[in-house]
């Protein structure tokens, strides 16, 4: 299945829910962090022989509560790859994203993250990877949440992140490390 399928799918079925929030009550807004890694030796996200990198992306971010365990946000992506090879790689764009509380207790929950978004990417050492500008992303994660007493809530958790050109086949670029962020 191409990912273009399942990014449409995925933004589909979390921008449905997203619109018909009308309570400004449980807006919530954050900034977010997300680094992650690819080594060419990795015997399992892989997509190039060639090339390792690290990325680096902050994520601005607003959303809405629909329950107590289930979020919708936006999330903006600003994002740079630091390639082996030159030239390195900047990405903007922006995903919806949902979340739901698999277990919660006492202001600490475990939950399960997926979105889907577009973007802009700047050109990469290997058309083979990204051969397009126009960017599909696909993330998906898991995490622990924590609620302050004064209203903040934290996450933290390992975040699986693909971009690949929406009009063309290309391998795409996936890249897995570790997300943060802060919402109030």
Same mark, same amino acid.
């Given at each position: 299945?191409?990912?273009?399928?399942?990014?449409?799918?995925?933004?589909?079925?979390?921008?449905?829910?997203?619109?018909?929030?009308?309570?400004?009550?449980?807006?919530?807004?954050?900034?977010?962090?997300?680094?992650?890694?690819?080594?060419?030796?990795?015997?399992?996200?892989?997509?190039?022989?060639?090339?390792?990198?690290?990325?680096?992306?902050?994520?601005?971010?607003?959303?809405?509560?629909?329950?107590?365990?289930?979020?919708?946000?936006? +999330?903006?992506?600003? =994002?740079?790859?630091?390639?082996?090879?030159? &030239? /390195?790689?900047?990405? @903007?764009?922006?995903? !919806? #994203?949902?979340?739901?509380?698999?277990?919660?207790?006492?202001?600490?929950?475990?939950?399960? +993250?997926?979105?889907? =978004?577009?973007?802009?990417?700047?050109?990469? &050492? /290997?058309?083979?990877? @990204?051969?397009?500008? !126009? #960017?599909?992303?696909?993330?998906?994660?898991?995490?622990?949440?924590?609620?302050?007493?004064?209203?903040?809530?934290?996450?933290?958790?390992?975040?699986?992140?693909?971009?690949?050109?929406?009009? @063309?086949?290309?391998?795409?670029?996936?890249?897995?490390?570790?997300?943060?962020?802060?919402?109030?």
């Amino acid at each position: 299945m191409r990912w273009s399928v399942v990014i449409a799918l995925i933004l589909g079925l979390t921008a449905v829910p997203a619109v018909k929030i009308c309570s400004a009550n449980d807006t919530f807004y954050g900034l977010g962090a997300f680094g992650a890694t690819q080594y060419h030796d990795d015997p399992i996200w892989h997509t190039t022989e060639n090339f390792d990198w690290r990325e680096y992306h902050v994520n601005p971010i607003a959303g809405k509560h629909l329950s107590d365990r289930w979020d919708v946000w936006v +999330e903006g992506n600003l =994002g740079y790859v630091d390639w082996d090879e030159v &030239p /390195d790689s900047v990405e @903007v764009g922006a995903s !919806v #994203l949902t979340s739901y509380d698999v277990l919660s207790h006492k202001g600490w929950s475990l939950f399960g +993250e997926i979105g889907a =978004g577009i973007g802009w990417g700047s050109a990469t &050492p /290997d058309p083979h990877i @990204v051969d397009d500008f !126009v #960017l599909g992303f696909l993330d998906y994660g898991i995490g622990i949440k924590a609620r302050t007493k004064q209203g903040f809530v934290i996450r933290i958790g390992p975040r699986f992140h693909h971009r690949s050109g929406l009009f @063309v086949r290309d391998a795409g670029v996936n890249g897995y490390g570790i997300m943060f962020s802060v919402t109030k």
